[in-house]
């Protein structure tokens, strides 16, 4: 089992910046790939980022690229996004995940493991 726990989120005004954390425990050396996912209020669970937990390679959601940078520090088993010039549409839920699969995924269905999520308000 791997467990995982987001921090970071709070309420920011647009344009602004924050980062987020994901701690992961437990079995992490079975976890390849981690992501990020959001769901905004009345809508499905969207892709964000996702990042492998060896070698770094990254894939971001269009929506998001050149403005959230994920990484990974694997010495304390913790991945982040730096979310840069928010916007009003980045308003959502959070969620931390990490799959056993070797490749990056966009699908939600590919990742066995969640955080409970963080909530990110961005105003205007």
């Known amino acids: 089992q791997v467990q995982l726990v987001e921090s970071g989120g709070g309420l920011v005004q647009a344009g602004g910046s924050l980062r987020l954390s994901c701690a992961a425990s437990?079995?992490?050396?079975?976890?390849?790939?981690m992501g990020w996912f959001r769901q905004a209020p009345g809508k499905e669970r969207e892709f964000v980022a996702a990042?492998?937990?060896?070698?770094?390679?990254?894939g971001y959601a269009d929506s998001v690229k050149g403005r959230f940078t994920i990484s990974r520090d694997n010495a304390k088993n913790t991945m982040y996004l730096q979310m840069n010039s928010l916007k009003s549409e980045d308003t959502a839920v959070y969620y931390c995940?990490?799959?056993?699969?070797?490749?990056?995924?966009?699908?939600?269905?590919?990742?066995?493991?969640w955080g409970q999520g963080t909530q990110v308000t961005v105003s205007t």
């Open positions: 995940a990490a799959s056993r699969g070797m490749r990056l995924t966009t699908t939600s269905e590919r990742y066995d493991y």
């Open positions: 437990g079995r992490t050396f079975s976890t390849y790939v």
């Open positions: 990042i492998r937990w060896s070698g770094g390679s990254t």
